[in-house]
């Protein structure tokens, strides 16, 4: 057993504690694929509390040792130097003390009566065991190892690496290229420290996520994008730095992030399943070369908790969880605002605090995020064109922002402009023509041409179009185009879209007054929303066969929009409480109950202010109808 001095233990346990991954039995264990120190790696014993995994570790591994005798708390001492850079002191300490402790087992087995030149000199102890035949295999299988990890990359390192579960978002990390001249740190490894620190914080609250370290720097989104979607991961974190450009972090986002709703589909088309595939560039900073070291030598800790707060915002919005999106945004908001030597961009954390509150249908407070981004990035266009999309949403169209987003997306982005372009058609409308609208849309038709893009996009456009003309009320045309919509698509490739287009035909056979047809579609809808876990959009649609029923005046109207109530708070979706409401109301009053549907009107007149909402003159208006100041005190 290795011979260790207390100053010794006391400096290794001080040494490991700082420049080792030790924070979680998961993470130490993927350092042990490195060939010299792997045959441990599955015996390797576990503890909750990092001082107590340390002291464990060290107790396992210094009795081990390997065919050569080489002792494996010191082969992992080497093991963790390799993986630090230069620059890092850690690289020095830990070397120095396997050194330290080398020398010690080089004296101990000098005078413990066997020959010296057996241990001390290792050229010739291993040719000497060379000449066997298990040492003979051992070291063919090594050069087997070397070449495969030449010819296969930094992907063999990674062979143990479980896939993520479908109920699981795995977070990669990866180490950033580049160096400075004289700072001595890694930017990875305080980003690591503090999604640790964040993910056991999460855990703990009932998440599930898990963080794994990849072992090499990338150059390219595409290079860190396949080793995401090899993993099945949620985010992919990696970056660059040198003494010009400072430190960029790029968050890849692998899955496709939910789309949100408004109060009409059709009304407006959401940019998030194609904008958001995009790299993100997080933060970007460029300075002279003193005033870089300084302020990253101060700063860097704030900028990794601002990348690490932006990147599990979006792990909630991948799972359909804005309201913990928006809260972990808002922390990121705060982080880069603070008073600091860098000055960090804080547009992405407005961005995505907008898109969060555009899911909750909060549109105010989400186009006052949009405008913070584009004031701080003149060049982002997303956040542009999604301000337009909430001033639609707030019924107050304004163009100029669509075509500011047209200006700046790349020419050969054709789903983004087809999207945004039809936003802008709809933008003008209220003082357009048909015949003009209609040539705006023509437009988009053209652009989209033969190119091939999503056919999603293609469903879009027609469903848009058909929109227009049913607000033009020609059901008929309307019926049409959402007939050769569903021409386009698999129910079971593209089910969201389906059930839109069937929902919205459902509004045209109500338009018709084919009652039953509506009422077929409408239910066809909510069956794909709901297998697609579509909250949202089932309480949106329940209440359309709400409507269905009070149009026939049948008894169930009530239950059916109780229902939709029940969904919308299921959703935190504050608007279609108000429609589920408004809907009580209406079946209240078609029942001679005037003081019941005023306290349903002034329920949702309370909610839609809550959300600033241009459906409140209506329900005034209603309400002065149903003459319900005399109910409402």
């Known amino acids: 057993m290795l011979d260790i001095s207390p100053q010794q233990l006391r400096q290794l346990h001080k040494i490991l504690e700082i420049c080792a991954p030790i924070d979680s039995n998961e993470g130490f264990r993927a350092v042990f694929v490195d060939s010299r120190i792997s045959m441990w790696r599955n015996d390797l014993p576990e503890a909750t509390k990092i001082t107590k995994r340390i002291d464990l570790v060290i107790d396992f591994l210094r009795g081990r040792y390997d065919d050569n005798q080489q002792n494996a708390l010191i082969l992992l001492l080497h093991v963790l130097a390799d993986r630090i850079s230069e620059g890092d002191s850690c690289k020095h300490k830990l070397l120095n003390l396997a050194q330290g402790l080398e020398n010690k087992q080089h004296k101990k087995f000098a005078f413990s009566g066997s020959s010296p030149a057996t241990y001390v000199d290792k050229s010739k102890k291993f040719f000497i065991n060379l000449l066997s035949n298990k040492q003979f295999v051992i070291l063919l299988l090594l050069v087997c190892f070397t070449f495969t990890i030449a010819i296969y990359g930094p992907s063999f390192y990674h062979w143990w690496m479980n896939k993520a579960n479908e109920d699981e978002s795995l977070i990669i990390l990866i180490p950033y290229s580049g160096r400075f001249a004289e700072l001595e740190f890694s930017p990875e490894r305080v980003i690591r420290d503090s999604l640790q620190t964040q993910v056991e914080e999460l855990v703990r609250e009932g998440y599930n996520i898990r963080l794994e370290i990849w072992t090499q720097a990338v150059s390219t989104a595409q290079e860190a994008r396949e080793i995401g979607q090899l993993y099945q991961a949620t985010l992919v974190i990696w970056g660059e730095f040198d003494d010009v450009i400072g430190i960029r972090t790029f968050i890849e986002i692998l899955p496709e992030l939910p789309s949100f709703d408004i109060q009409q589909s059709g009304s407006f088309l959401t940019l998030s399943p194609y904008v958001l595939r995009q790299s993100t560039v997080v933060s970007e900073n460029t ?88 004031q701080a990035n003149p060049d982002f266009w997303p956040a542009f064109a999604q301000l337009g999309s909430a001033n639609l949403a707030l019924g ?38 048909p015949g003009d609208t209609l040539a705006c849309y023509r437009t988009v038709k053209e652009e989209i041409g033969d190119k091939s893009i999503p056919s999603e996009v293609q469903v879009l456009y027609l469903i848009h179009l058909g929109y227009w003309y049913h607000l033009q009320k020609n059901c008929n045309e309307a019926e049409r185009l959402y007939d050769e919509a569903l021409a386009f698509l698999d129910e079971d490739k593209f089910p969201r879209a389906v059930a839109l287009v069937e929902e919205n035909k459902g509004l045209v056979m109500l338009c018709q007054k084919e009652y039953d047809q509506a009422d077929q579609h409408l239910a066809h809808a909510k069956i794909l929303y709901q297998e697609n876990d579509q909250v949202v959009s089932m309480a949106r649609v329940q209440i359309r066969i709400g409507m269905v029923d009070y149009l026939q005046r049948k008894p169930s109207a009530p239950s059916k929009f109780n229902e939709a109530l029940t969904l919308a708070k299921q959703a935190s979706s504050l608007y279609y409480q ?30 839609l202010e809550d959300l600033n909402s241009p459906e409140i003159k209506m329900v005034q208006d209603r309400m002065k109808e149903s003459a319900c100041e005399a109910f409402i005190p």
Not at 424 to 433: E, K, N, S
Request: glycine share 4%.
């Open 578 to 607: 108000a429609w589920a409401n408004i809907g009580l109301g209406l079946t209240a009053e078609q029942n001679d109950n005037a003081e019941v549907a005023c306290q349903y009107y002034q329920q949702a007149l309370n909610l």
């Open 287 to 374: 300075l002279p070369i003193d005033a870089l070291q300084e302020c990253l030598g101060q700063d860097l800790a704030h900028l990794a908790d601002y990348s690490v707060l932006l990147s599990l915002g979006i792990v909630d919005m991948a799972w359909s969880s804005p309201e913990r999106a928006e809260d972990l945004f808002s922390q990121a908001i705060e982080v880069v605002e603070a008073p600091h030597i860098c000055q960090w961009n804080s547009d992405q954390a407005y961005y995505w605090r907008g898109t969060a509150r555009m899911m909750q249908d909060r549109y105010s407070d989400a186009r006052y995020d949009f405008e913070q981004a584009v």
């Open 396 to 433: 107050q169209p304004d163009e100029t922002y669509f075509q500011v987003a047209l200006k700046h997306i790349p020419p050969d982005d054709i789903a983004n402009r087809v999207i945004i372009h039809s936003n802008l058609c709809l933008a003008r409308m209220p003082g357009d023509t």
